[in-house]
Nanobody
Framework: QVQLVESGGGLVLPGGSLTLSCAAS????????MGWYRQVSGKQREMVAV???????NYAESAKGRFTISRENGKNTLSLQLNSVQPEDTAVYYC??????????????WGQGTQVTVSS
């Protein structure tokens, strides 16, 4: 079993910064892609940023230039630095990982989510 635990959410002023973290624990052969998604109540979950094991990144247009995703493979951690946040960034942010749990068996895992609220 694999667990993803997010931390770092909270209330932040417009224009401010915040760092989200995700720690993975459990048993696996390898963690492949990791990413951050977010969801506003009543709307579909959307991709914010993803990062491959080798460090290749992909960002949603809304995140480009403001957010930075990073990971430490040796520590099994994932981070998202949010800068210049705006009220429309308010959402529950979820950590996501594609995990090779056995030979040729990959499974998707999600964290429980952490709330980010941008408000003055």
């Amino acid at each position: 079993q694999v667990q993803l635990v997010e931390s770092g959410g909270g209330l932040v002023l417009p224009g401010g910064s915040l760092t989200l973290s995700c720690a993975a624990s459990g048993r696996w052969i390898r963690i492949d892609d990791m990413g951050w998604y977010r969801q506003v109540s009543g709307k579909q979950r959307e991709m914010v940023a993803v990062i491959g094991r080798g460090g290749t990144t992909n960002y949603a247009e809304s995140a480009k230039g403001r957010f930075t995703i990073s990971r430490e493979n040796g520590k099994n951690t994932l981070s998202l630095q949010l800068n210049s946040v705006q009220p429309e960034d308010t959402a529950v942010y979820y950590c996501y990982a594609v995990v090779l749990v056995a030979t040729s068996i990959r499974r998707d895992y999600w964290g429980q989510g952490t709330q980010v609220t941008v408000s003055s």
